[in-house]
């Protein structure tokens, strides 16, 4: 019973001395930029109660349609569900980590039968003997090295990465949404602009008719005003493929059949929403706003735990172990003091050689830390590259699109004075196709100029973070719809 004894106070002074091997964790450096490069002229940080894309961000751009189906995302969209379920996953499995600081307690009742010898005065003799047999038994493996407690580092940080992984999916497929809304709302522009030019050709080709009755004109008048009427009339058909795939890449996104969404026509949406005025920040802001850094960022973290639970193989591990219970040849006396038996104990084990496996294991475990680093650096540097190309492509598009509008309005001119000298007999038809030509193609670039501001504006939220914010991965609960 002393060594019992011994035994244990041994171990809780173990206990009292135990630490936690590897490294502690400290997020990797990265150089960040004092400023984004292609930052316009005071575009400056923003503050909480300035940014109204710090949760619906979407609602920037005004439209109450858009705004329905973003929030539908959350609720229906099946690869969220997805990202939902690893998340609930990473949970359960840190809640099995922290399982490993408790005993286990296991309870067992069992009937064995089987030979044994008695003696006598008469002399000895082998019968058959029942025994019967009830006992609570309990381990318990202390975590003397930190094995556990690096584990449950581990993991915690694998529930954080995988909840920012939650909400980067969001954020990725409301942007995914509002880059598709806007591109269908453009192809109803193109549409309404085709539909103009085919009206106006079609009054062209009237014109012509006529005067090739009157004889002022050749049959090769009319061939040609029927050649442009046609092809405008083969455009339709481009631009309602476009668009009916758009709204089925929509639908697919708000998680139900193409054929249950329909969105009506809104042409006139593509010169009626205005651009959004998008608040700065710094590129180190940017370390604390988006999901997918953070992530990556945890990620370390996790392997960086990792190491610790390799490196604790290295030392020997102690279990204590108990058992109360009885023991009779008979059930009705099972539960009485003379039929009770008890033990405990206590093991300390060490491997003396293993091959080299333990320090392969350690060696595993540093090279995923140095790939966690790497893929968190590169992270933040395509993060700070997709910002700057978002800023980039908005300021060049400004000044393209005031260049765009020039262009449209000199081809409607050249059209009017081609039109008024075709009908004056002083030139060809070919003249007003061609000005006709260039005034559709005019038109047609500045619809696709809108719609690359529209969609760059609506990448730039996303590549600034949305509506997300770095708090939000030390929320255990579930995510909140919309955000």
């Not at 539909?195 to 080709?205: G, P, W």
């Not at 004889?215 to 009427?229: F, I, N």
């Not at 081809?411 to 196709?433: C, F, P, W």
């Amino acid at each position: 019973m002393t060594s019992l004894h011994s035994s244990f106070l041994l171990a809780s002074a173990l206990l009292l001395g135990a630490c936690a091997v590897g490294p502690n964790y400290q997020r990797p450096a990265v150089d960040a930029p004092a400023a984004f490069k292609e930052a316009p002229a005071g575009w400056k940080p923003a503050q909480p109660q300035d940014a109204q894309a710090r949760t619906k961000w979407w609602e920037v751009f005004g439209d109450s349609e858009l705004s329905a189906l973003v929030e539908r995302v959350a609720g229906a969209n099946q690869t969220l569900r997805e990202a939902l379920a690893n998340y609930n996953r990473a949970q359960a499995l840190a809640r099995q980590a922290r399982a490993g600081f408790f005993p286990t307690l296991s309870a067992n009742v069992n009937t064995s039968r089987g030979s044994a010898s008695t003696s006598s005065s008469t002399g000895s003799s082998r019968g058959a003997v029942t025994v019967d047999q009830a006992s609570l038994s309990a381990a318990w493996e202390p975590d003397l090295w930190g094995r556990v407690r690096r584990s449950v580092e581990s993991e915690n940080a694998s529930v954080a990465a995988s909840r920012a992984d939650l909400e980067s999916s969001k954020l990725s497929l409301q942007a995914q949404v509002v880059q598709n809304y806007f591109q269908l709302r453009i192809a109803d522009a193109q549409r309404a602009l085709l539909d103009e030019a085919v009206q106006a050709y079609t009054r062209s080709l009237d014109l012509t008719r006529n005067r090739y009755t009157q004889g002022v004109v050749t049959r090769a008048d009319v061939a040609q005003a029927q050649a442009q009427l046609a092809s405008a009339q083969a455009q339709w058909t481009e631009v309602d493929i476009a668009r009916a795939q758009l709204e089925h890449a929509i639908a697919t996104l708000v998680g139900v059949a193409p054929s249950a969404l329909t969105i009506v026509a809104k042409p006139e949406f593509a010169q009626a929403v205005t651009l959004p005025t998008v608040p700065g920040l710094l590129p180190s802001q940017l370390l604390e706003r988006r999901p997918d850094i953070a992530g990556a960022e945890r990620r370390v973290a996790a392997a960086n735990a990792q190491i610790g639970v390799a490196q604790a193989a290295w030392f020997p591990v102690l279990d204590l172990s108990g058992t109360l219970g009885y023991r009779n040849t008979r059930w009705t006396d099972l539960l009485s003091a003379p039929n009770r038996v008890w033990s405990l104990g206590a093991s300390l084990v060490e491997t003396i050689f293993d091959g080299g496996a333990r320090s392969a294991t350690v060696d595993a475990a540093v090279a995923s830390y140095d790939a966690s680093v790497a893929s968190y650096r590169q992270t933040v540097l395509s993060a700070f590259q997709e910002v700057e190309d978002n800023l980039t492509t908005l300021r060049v598009l400004a000044d393209e699109a005031n260049y765009q509008r020039e262009a449209v309005r000199a081809a409607r001119e050249s059209l009017d004075l081609t039109t008024n000298q075709y009908k004056a007999g002083t030139v060809s038809y070919l003249n007003v196709i061609t000005a006709q030509t260039t005034l559709l193609g005019n038109q047609q670039n500045e619809l696709n100029l809108r719609s690359r501001q529209l969609v760059a504006s609506a990448v730039l939220i996303r590549a600034l973070g949305g509506g997300w914010q770095a708090e939000t991965t030390a929320d255990a609960g579930a995510p909140l719809a919309g955000r």
